[in-house]
């Protein structure tokens, strides 16, 4: 697919650092985030609401370490946030970068955008581009959220995305794991997420290792390095500093 190819493309640059992973992070720590850009700052830390209601969504914030099939020596971070349904934000960057620059995805309700590495001129997603680019933050909240929230998936491991059409399937493979792949509104496979082992996280348990793959095609290996479960940032936050301002 044409935006995962461009993803690992503008991502995979440099060299590994060797940095070992940090310690799990309990419900209620928090573990540090990334430098904030203009109009970033996080608010307070919102209190404990225990299990939130299945419409609600999980407010998550989790970092990952990536080593790509392609470049297993240059390892690579991803910073992926959460907050409800439909904001989120991704941060790729790569360890051995000496100016810490990182390509950032956005999602604001039903809009997204791509903050390429090394500007600070965001593109906006439109079209079958902007669903692919939905799915996919939906396919990894899916999968980060499963056995945290209540996800209704029907008899047939399917949870509907929405209204167009789009699913998440989910396939129990018992000691093998479970997969969640992002099917298109034509019944089509994208991306597929296989989650290989488990950390606790309280009573409950989260995802600790994982593959990222389209078909038999691997394209990385990940590490949960933290996962947090009380974040919460204020709305621009989700948008790009060039577009912060039509943030509500």
């Known amino acids: 697919m044409r935006l995962l190819a461009g993803a690992c493309l503008l ?22 985030v990334e430098a904030a850009q203009p109009g970033d700052e996080p608010s307070p830390v919102a209190p404990d ?11 998550l914030h989790i970092t990952s370490k990536l080593a790509f099939d392609t470049l297993p020596d240059a390892p690579h971070r991803l910073q992926a946030t959460y907050q409800g349904l439909d904001r989120s934000r991704w941060s790729l960057q790569r360890l051995a970068d000496e100016d810490a620059d990182r390509r950032i995805e956005y999602r604001s309700g039903a809009r997204a955008f791509l903050l390429p590495q090394d500007s600070g001129e965001s593109i906006e ?16 909240r899916v999968a980060m959220a499963d056995g945290l929230d209540e996800l209704g998936w029907d008899a047939d491991g399917r ?63 990940e590490e949960i390095e933290t996962f947090e479960l009380q974040s919460w940032f204020k709305e621009r936050y989700f948008w790009p500093p060039d577009r912060a301002d039509e943030a509500p």
């Open 11 to 32: 991502a995979a640059l440099g060299c590994g650092s060797g940095e070992e992973p940090a310690p799990p992070v309990t419900p209620g720590v928090g573990a540090g």
């Open 49 to 59: 609401e225990g299990t939130l209601a299945p419409l609600r969504g999980r407010n």
């Open 125 to 140: 997603y439109a079209g079958e581009e902007l669903a692919q680019v939905l799915r996919r933050f939906d396919l990894r």
């Open 159 to 221: 949870l509907p995305l929405g209204s167009n059409g789009s699913s998440v399937l989910r396939e129990d493979l018992g000691e093998e794991g479970v997969t969640f792949t992002a099917i298109d509104p034509e019944g089509r496979q994208e991306e597929i997420l296989h989650v290989r082992t488990w950390a606790e996280l309280g009573n409950l348990r989260r995802p600790a290792t994982l593959e990222l793959s389209f078909g038999a095609l691997r394209i990385w290996s």
